[in-house]
């Protein structure tokens, strides 16, 4: 039963690019939220994603979206890159069973900002 | 604003013997707790939950622990192992739509010493 996945691992990208991140959710999960997490910190919610709509978005701004495929597999974009971009950026699925239910997390991709 | 904090950073536990790792909530529409776990290089594991109509939930050594009048949870990990050795995470959500939106402490690295 394969976990959550997310590619790639690590990345390295020069200030004022644009990134992609992907993320397969857990067998049997619909539902996909994204994290940032900085050195030091816990991770911090970005937005989540069910029906291919943004549902939930945390206090982060226009520069990242997203986008859920008909698979329930999903991207996270970020325009514009900050140093303070430069971060861990950890994907979780789970099933939108209308009830509390954990979250499963990927490994998480590393980005850096130069 | 921290919602959930962690104001231990770091906790050392002598093998065999009780980790208590605490974590404190400002937000009264919080109803679901969580602690995960985490490794370097590995995204986070979740290890136990509770909602909050309960005040305890076992799950073989891991017992999670709710005061909601004084908003504060603990995690007690008994007997500890040295495997248990990582950064510990607690999380809480609110209700409904909200489940997958996790907010996070700020982490407590436990080391377990043989």
């Known amino acids: 039963d394969a976990g959550v996945t997310q590619s790639p691992t690590h990345l390295i990208k020069t200030r004022g690019q644009q990134v992609t991140l992907r993320c397969s959710p857990k067998s049997g999960h619909d539902t996909v939220s994204w994290y940032q997490q900085a050195l030091g910190q816990g991770p911090q919610f970005i937005f989540q994603?069910?029906?291919?709509?943004?549902?939930q978005r945390g206090n982060f701004p226009d520069r990242f979206s997203g986008h859920q495929f008909p698979n329930y597999s999903s991207e996270l974009n970020v325009n514009a890159l900050l140093l303070g971009d430069s971060a861990l950026y950890l994907c979780a699925s789970s099933w939108r069973t209308g009830g509390p239910s954990p979250l499963h997390f990927g490994n998480g991709t590393r980005l850096t900002v130069t | 604003d921290q919602q959930v904090k962690q104001n231990s950073p770091s906790l050392s536990v002598q093998e065999g013997r009780i980790s208590i790792l605490n974590c404190d909530y400002t937000?009264?529409?919080?109803?679901?707790f969580l602690w995960y776990k985490k490794y370097p290089a590995e995204g986070p594991t979740f290890l136990i939950s509770?909602?909050?109509?309960?005040d305890k939930n076992e799950d073989g050594r891991f017992t999670v622990f709710l005061n909601k009048s004084a908003k504060h949870l603990s995690l007690h990990i008994v007997p500890s192992q040295p495997g248990d050795s990582a950064v510990y995470f607690c999380a809480a959500s609110a209700g409904g739509t909200s489940y997958g939106k996790l907010t996070f402490g700020q982490g407590t690295i436990l080391t377990v010493h043989p």
């Open positions: 509770i909602s909050s109509i309960k």
């Open positions: 994603y069910y029906e291919e709509e943004e549902r």
């Open positions: 937000n009264s529409m919080f109803d679901y």
